[in-house]
């Protein structure tokens, strides 16, 4: 742990270190399957795997939540463990809290239960609005399962949904966010008291974004955050673009 310890301040993963690590965390599943390792082998491991979820390395982190998660699946992360887990929750570093918050819903019912994640709903919920639009698309992303968990409720999203709907306009997160509307709308994230944002870039100046708005119009009819008469007066608009 002391030489991980170093070379993460260091920052000196090669490519090499990087793959053998995500081949390892890949075989470890396997190998309890096969019997080769025990329920014992992992326990003496999760202080190792602790630290590589806090690696600057992106790949890092995955390989290692994966890993954690399907070890959770099985039963196999002790209380005092877990407890480590809810340290990630609060971690200052934005993306490493991210790679923490995304995988609360696979671990609730396993390692973690809603209310031991509630008190720490802060942490999660100032990603929602982060100037840092890859960090905020991923929040989002994870909104709907948390709120199935129970993790998050509709009273905290809705003041928040606005700096989705900027994500709708932004040139290289907006296709991101088009596929992440169905999901928050079936959740009533996302819902007709929102259509003024909609109606609004139905003639929006800037052309893509007004071309995305009536590429997808009729997703937002289906949804219901539309109807055909917040669009019929503004045809002309659509047709403009044709000339």
Known sequence: AEAYMLRED???????QVALHET????IPRLLDAGVLTSKDVESLF???YLFLKSKDN???EATWELVVNLASRGAIAKEHARRLLRLLKLKDASKRMDAW?????????????????????HYLSLLASEIEPLRIDAWKSAPALLERGVVTYGELKPLVKHYLELLKSRRWRDEAWKLLPRLAEKGVVAREHAPFFKEDLTAQDVDVQIDLWRNLPALLDLGILDVNDAKP???HFLALLA
């Open 24 to 27: 390892v965390c890949s075989a």
């Open 47 to 49: 202080p190792t795997l």
């Open 234 to 236: 503004l045809i002309r």
């Open 102 to 122: 995304a995988n609360v819903p696979a671990l609730i019912g396993n390692a973690l239960r809603p209310e031991d994640v509630r008190p720490l709903v802060g």
């Open 59 to 61: 790949r890092i982190r």
């Open 10 to 16: 260091m920052g000196e993963y090669k490519d090499s």
